[in-house]
């Protein structure tokens, strides 16, 4: 497949130079474009057929959901069979922006669409291409990170070009993404209301506006159960080289990191080091990345995607992270580095004694 590539410059009428990308999702293609969060792989949400090309091209697990992407709050009638009032009360707060609602399926939205389940995630986004866009292409518009599945969501057009080029009709460069990390997904469909899903909307912003909140007691663990939202289920955000997270207090996670680095330097491997700006001068490993301040959480999350796609070019196939918090918007951040590595994480408690040390280095 060619893969057509267009670039919205400073100044674009934006429903000119995205009509063609309208049509294409109008006759069944695929095309990915930014978002605020990332970049999203978009077709036609109501057409079987247009789903089931997003799942091909991405190599995605057919039962893990897509979010339908709309353009105006009234177009949810459409699509769900229910809109309670706390979805309205959300809508008011958040929308456009980074949060999608679980709700009732309609009977118009395909189950291929919903991973087979009776329920729809529903988000309309605050990025001006993407809101032109659905508005072009027909209103409805399924759209997971434009990755292919398993691989670190993209927040450049080049990622997307990474994993797409040749596998959808059209990639639309509008160039970096704000955010950085996917949505917040909740799900209104039991009582009190669950996230599903961390991202900069969080736990306490909702409870200001419908009161309480439960969390998804998986968010930072593994789970063997069938998605319930995108992203739920599968390793996904991933370099190709190993992840391993390293928590304890600071001083304790360089001295195991660095020790972690000499062993693999030991067996041949390139290393790689996540760090926060705080932390990075202390590491000795090949690359050494910061994904920002521990002061600032937003920073972090923009980084984070970037960096692990930068240790692939590098070629770097042993990584060690530092932890982050885990509450608030550090807990999106968590949530998306456990999944990254597939939940392997060292926790250290004591400093290792020197003699241990000298043996890791023979």
Same mark, same amino acid.
């Given at each position: 497949m060619n893969t057509k590539i267009i670039t919205i410059k400073e100044g674009d009428c934006l429903k000119e130079v995205l009509r063609e990308a309208g049509d294409i999702l109008k006759a069944?293609?695929? @095309?990915?474009?930014?978002?605020?969060?990332?970049?999203?792989?978009?077709?036609?949400?109501? $057409?079987?057929?247009?789903? &089931? $090309?997003i799942y091909e091209a991405k190599d995605r697990p057919a039962d893990n959901p897509l979010i339908i992407h709309i353009s105006r709050f009234e177009d949810i009638y459409a699509i769900t069979s229910q809109v309670p009032e706390s979805a309205k009360r959300i809508a008011e707060a958040f929308w456009p922006g980074p949060l999608t609602m679980i709700l009732? $399926?309609?009977?118009? @939205?395909?189950?291929?669409?919903?991973?087979?389940?009776?329920?729809?995630? *529903?988000?309309?986004?605050?990025?001006?291409?993407a809101q032109t866009l659905i508005e072009l292409g027909g209103g409805f518009i399924a759209a997971p990170s434009a &990755?292919?599945?398993?691989?670190?969501?993209p927040t450049l057009a080049k990622h997307v070009t990474e994993d797409m080029l040749g596998r959808i009709d059209m990639i639309i460069d509008g160039g970096? *993404? !704000?955010? !950085?990390? %996917?949505?917040?997904?909740?799900?209104?469909t039991i009582n009190p209301p669950q996230v599903l899903r961390?991202?900069? @909307?969080? @736990?306490?912003?909702?409870? %200001? *506006?419908?009161g309480k909140v439960a969390e998804d007691n998986t968010l930072l663990t593994e789970d063997g159960q069938a998605p319930r939202a995108p992203g739920m289920k599968y390793r996904h955000y991933a370099p190709w080289g190993e992840l391993i997270i390293v928590q304890g207090e600071p001083d304790l996670v360089t %001295?195991?990191?660095?020790?972690?680095?000499? $062993?693999?330097?030991?067996? !041949?491997e390139k290393t790689g080091v996540i760090g926060s700006s705080q932390m990075l001068a202390g590491y000795r490993a090949d690359v050494v990345k910061s994904v920002g301040s521990r002061e600032d959480e937003e920073e972090i999350a923009g980084n984070l995607y970037r960096i692990l796609r930068e240790f692939d070019e590098e070629k770097v196939n042993r990584i060690y992270s530092e932890a982050f918090e885990s509450q608030g918007m550090g807990q999106a951040i968590m949530n998306r580095l456990l999944k990254a590595a597939g939940h392997k994480v060292i926790t250290v408690t004591e400093f290792v004694p020197e003699s241990e040390k000298e043996r890791s280095k023979e």
């Open positions: 069944g293609g695929v @095309v990915a474009f930014p978002t605020e969060t990332v970049y999203g792989l978009g077709a036609d949400a109501l $057409k079987t057929d247009s789903a &089931n $090309k009732p $399926k309609a009977a118009t @939205v395909p189950h291929e669409t919903t991973g087979g389940l009776e329920t729809v995630a *529903v988000r309309m986004p605050s990025h001006p291409v &990755n292919r599945s398993g691989r670190p969501s970096a *993404v !704000g955010i !950085g990390i %996917e949505s917040t997904i909740i799900d209104l961390p991202g900069s @909307v969080t @736990v306490s912003m909702l409870e %200001e *506006v419908i %001295e195991r990191i660095n020790r972690e680095v000499s $062993k693999a330097h030991a067996a !041949g």
